[in-house]
T-cell receptor
Framework: AQSVAQPEDQVNVAEGNPLTVKCTYS??????LFWYVQYPNRGLQFLLK??????LVKGSYGFEAEFNKSQTSFHLKKPSALVSDSALYFC?????????????FGRGTSLIVHP | DAGVIQSPRHEVTEMGQEVTLRCKPI?????LFWYRQTMMRGLELLIY????????DSGMPEDRFSAKMPNASFSTLKIQPSEPRDSAVYFC??????????FGPGTRLTVT
């Protein structure tokens, strides 16, 4: 079975500081990994994905994520946080081959960026 | 592309009434997902269709819930009869598997 852990319910960071939102996963074989963002009263919005290749993936709004196979992690990062980055962030995983096409989502991490 | 379209955006109904939520996926996507989101339970997958065929409905809470996808451009989620505990935001998402999903804006359902 596949699973995702987002160990922090909430992350607080000052505007202009770097931010990290953590995600670890468990899946059989190679993973497909995704990050989504949800702003208040909106649907989830795709940010970035890791399928194969370079471990550092760049996505929308200046976000990036680093795939670490040995640590089974896919942490979301941004060099300089904006107040407008405040939102709920979800990590998701599915196996790259065979099995279910259904991704498993984490419970989400609330990011609060203080002015 | 207009993205995933859901209707209605808000629905308020009384307990016992039938509720139908609608979804138009992104053209060309071959998979469609229905999710429910609440503060207590987070994001829950209800049902997954691939090429209009229901593949996994293990997340459907009970027989009061049913979903259909009569063609590639339309899906419905029906609750009959509705109960207060069904109050939640219901999302539809489509995907060109195996990659990322695109979510609709959601339907906020309130059952009184």
């Amino acid at each position: 079975a596949q699973s995702v852990a987002q160990p922090e319910d909430q992350v607080n960071v000052a505007e202009g500081n770097p931010l990290t939102v953590k995600c670890t996963y468990s899946v059989s074989g190679n993973p497909y990994l995704f990050w989504y963002v949800q702003y208040p009263n909106r649907g989830l919005q795709f940010l970035l994905k890791y399928i194969t290749g370079d471990n550092l993936v760049k996505g929308s709004y200046g976000f990036e994520a680093e795939f670490n196979k040995s640590q089974t992690s896919f942490h979301l990062k941004k060099p300089s946080a904006l107040v407008s980055d405040s939102a709920l962030y979800f990590c998701a995983v599915r196996g790259a081959s065979g099995g279910s096409y259904i991704p498993t989502f984490g419970r989400g991490t609330s990011l609060i960026v203080h002015p | 592309d207009a993205g995933v379209i859901q209707s209605p955006r808000h629905e308020v109904t009384e307990m016992g009434q039938e509720v139908t939520l609608r979804c138009k996926p992104i053209s060309g996507h071959n998979s469609l997902f229905w999710y429910r989101q609440t503060m207590m339970r987070g994001l829950e997958l209800l049902i997954y269709f691939n090429n209009n065929v229901p593949i996994d409905d293990s997340g459907m809470p009970e027989d009061r819930f049913s979903a259909k996808m009569p063609n590639a451009s339309f899906s419905t989620l029906k609750i009959q009869p509705s109960e207060p505990r069904d109050s939640a935001v219901y999302f539809c998402a489509s995907s060109s598997l195996p990659y990322e999903q695109y979510f609709g804006p959601g339907t906020r359902l309130t059952v009184t």
